[in-house]
């Protein structure tokens, strides 16, 4: 049974930092691209970051680049988000997802975690 299982979000102020994590687990993922994607209230799931296992090639949108960093630990089968700089407009569920693709689209991945909560405070 595939799971992706987020940790990590919580609240903090606005230019602060939050590290998430997303462990996989129940295949092999070394063909898959891993996305992590945020939905806020009333609006929809929004990219924010994916690497391809295979190479670590990531890919960022404009609204995080610079500020944001995916990574991947392949012994611990596990992908980070590393957030810095903070902004309120960032607060939303995060969720980490895998899929063959890699694209910005929310439907060319397979898998998807629970999501977790990030608060940012102004």
């Known amino acids: 049974q595939v799971q992706l299982v987020e940790s990590g979000g919580g609240l903090v102020q606005a230019g602060g930092s939050l590290r998430l994590s997303c462990a996989a687990s129940g295949r092999t993922f070394s063909s898959y691209a891993m996305g992590w994607f945020r939905q806020a209230p009333g609006k929809e799931r929004e990219f924010v970051a994916r690497i391809w296992w295979s190479d670590g090639n990531t890919y960022y949108p404009d609204s995080v680049k610079g500020r944001f960093t995916i990574s991947r630990e392949n012994v611990k089968n596990t992908v980070y988000l590393q957030m810095n700089s903070l902004k309120p407009e960032d607060t939303a569920v995060y969720y980490c997802?895998?899929?063959?693709?890699?694209?910005?689209?929310?439907?060319?991945?397979?898998?998807w975690g629970q999501g977790t909560q990030v608060t940012v405070s102004s």
């Open positions: 997802a895998a899929g063959l693709v890699g694209g910005v689209n929310k439907d060319e991945y397979y898998y």
